[in-house]
């Protein structure tokens, strides 16, 4: 990892790295920004470190000339991250605002080591025999992130935070498997990646010989369409237990932590809109269903309303 030390006052140290992860976190696309008028002021430049961290260590694993490259990077911020946790000088323009907010909120290192550790596993395998295969990368690619949230937002100390985090976990997976099913094109054409299990590939019919024709000719035939269906079928139930999160959520982040729950469902509404063919055109949110879904959370957020209550 090219990175230099900062400057050795530890304040003035953090201080410049909060500001770096801000400006990438504001300067980024993502469906729904990391930073927006939903989330309360006092959380906004700890979700920035936690996107910065995630967005690096993503970059790493997809942007790198060789696996051997992104595995080197990756192994660099494993170190960084137990620098971190030790309360050790750090690297980067990232980690001392990541030192801050692990030490602030008690965030343990091994959260930030599973999603390392899922990336690391992008470049050793690239298919999926089973689901549950791929619903054990989702526990370290997408899990953790929904636990870290929590525990940066105050809700740490609950009495029934174990049982938070596994409604968290359910709707991360959700959200992470959504994003597979919108995304089985890019997946395979640039990077070489399917990550629908074989096994319901091949009780659908659908071989990755036929997938690279269908992709060829642009559109998808009935057995794919079905398997597409299928998966949506079996991911929302995934997002309807994570809903039994949100009575347990602080009111003031509630509409932010809802919106990413609304957003993937409207993906997979959008899949089905398009009669699950996901080959003829990537089923996206358009800026006017986003503005819209947004507009619904700020709305919640102002009168103390659950808006999303009835999806």
Same mark, same amino acid.
């Given at each position: ?97 990541? !030192?801050?907010? *692990? #030490?602030? +909120? $008690? /965030? ?13 596993? &992008? ?74 299990? !074989?096994?319901? *590939? #091949?009780? +659908? $019919? /659908? ?13 998808? &035939? ?74 619904? !959370? ?5 009168? $103390? ?7």
């Amino acid at each position: 990892m090219t990175a230099a030390t900062l400057t050795p006052e530890p304040a003035a140290q953090a201080e410049a790295s909060f500001r770096a992860c801000m400006e990438l976190a504001l300067s980024h696309y993502e469906n729904f920004p990391v930073i927006s008028r939903l989330l309360p002021r006092e959380h906004e430049r700890d979700f920035a470190a936690v996107y910065a961290f995630c967005r690096t260590a993503d970059d790493a694993a997809d942007e790198r000339a060789s696996k051997a490259d992104s595995l080197a990077e990756l192994g660099e911020m494993h170190r960084q991250v137990d620098r971190c946790a030790a309360g050790q000088s750090v690297q980067g323009p990232y980690f001392p605002a990541l !030192a801050t907010v *692990m #030490s602030r +909120h $008690g /965030v343990p290192a091994d959260l930030f080591h599973r999603l390392l550790d899922a990336f690391e596993r &992008d470049q050793r395998q690239s298919r999926y025999e089973t689901w549950e295969d791929l619903i054990t990368y989702c526990t370290g690619s997408a899990d953790p992130v929904g636990r870290i949230v929590l525990l940066i937002t105050g809700h740490g100390d609950r009495p029934e935070i174990e049982e938070m985090f596994r409604l968290s976990d359910c709707t991360c997976t959700a959200l992470q498997l959504t994003n597979f099913w919108q995304d089985v094109v890019r997946d395979l054409l640039e990077r070489d990646r399917v990550y629908i299990p !074989a096994e319901m *590939m #091949s009780e +659908h $019919g /659908v071989s990755e010989s036929d997938l690279r024709l269908m992709i060829g000719r642009g559109r998808a &035939d009935a057995s794919f369409c079905d398997l597409e269906r299928a998966l949506g079928a079996r991911t929302q139930p995934l997002f309807d237990e994570g809903k039994r999160l949100w009575p347990y959520l602080h009111p003031s982040v509630r509409p932010a932590i809802q919106l990413f729950t609304a957003g993937g469902e409207s993906i997979l509404r959008a899949i089905q809109r398009q009669r699950y063919d996901v080959i003829m055109r990537r089923p996206t949110l358009s800026r006017m269903g986003k503005a819209m879904l947004a507009a619904r !959370a700020w709305i919640g957020l102002r009168l $103390g309303l659950d808006v999303f209550r009835n999806g």
